[in-house]
C-alpha cells in the first residue's frame, strides 16, 4: 500500500510531456549572413534580465517556461530585436487524460516547445548618401 502510494503521488509530481521532453530545451542561433552577435534577455518584473551574450552561431539551453527577446547585430547590418515564441508541445494532450499532469505540464513549461533552430535574415544597412541595390 505505502508503495502504490509513493508511486501515485510520483505520477501527480509529474506530467507526460515533463517526463518526455523536459522543462529546458537546447535552441541553436545563427544570422544570416553569418557572424555577428546574439543578446537574449528574459522578461521580470523589474524589466528585462540579460541571460546570455555571445557571438553567433550560438546553442543555448533554454527554460521553456520563460519568455524571452534577444536582440542580433552585425556591422553593416540592422539590429533585429526578436521575441522568441513557444509553440505547443504536442506530448501535452496526453496529459489531459488526468488533469494534474496537465497543470504540472503547463507549470513547469513543458506544454510549450521551441524551434531547435533559429535562423535571423538581417537587413543591409545603407546611409542616405549611398542608393539601395536594386
Do not use: W
Not at 2 to 15: D, P, Q, V
Amino acid at each position: 500500500m505505502k508503495r502504490l502510494f509513493i508511486a501515485l503521488i510520483g505520477l501527480h509530481l509529474s506530467g507526460c510531456a515533463s517526463i518526455i521532453s523536459g522543462t529546458s530545451q537546447e535552441v541553436s542561433f545563427d544570422s544570416e549572413p553569418g557572424g555577428g552577435t546574439i543578446k537574449l534577455y528574459r522578461n521580470a518584473l523589474y524589466g528585462k534580465v540579460s541571460v546570455y551574450e555571445g557571438d553567433l552561431p550560438a546553442t543555448i539551453e533554454l527554460k521553456r517556461s520563460t519568455i524571452y527577446k534577444y536582440d542580433v547585430n552585425l556591422d553593416g547590418y540592422q539590429s533585429e530585436a526578436i521575441k522568441l515564441k513557444g509553440n505547443f508541445n504536442p506530448l501535452t494532450a496526453i496529459s489531459i487524460i488526468f488533469p494534474p499532469f496537465l497543470l504540472v505540464d503547463i507549470m513547469s513549461g513543458a506544454s510549450r516547445k521551441f524551434e531547435d533552430k533559429i535562423s535571423i535574415e538581417l537587413t543591409p544597412e545603407y546611409n542616405n548618401s549611398s542608393a539601395a541595390p536594386l
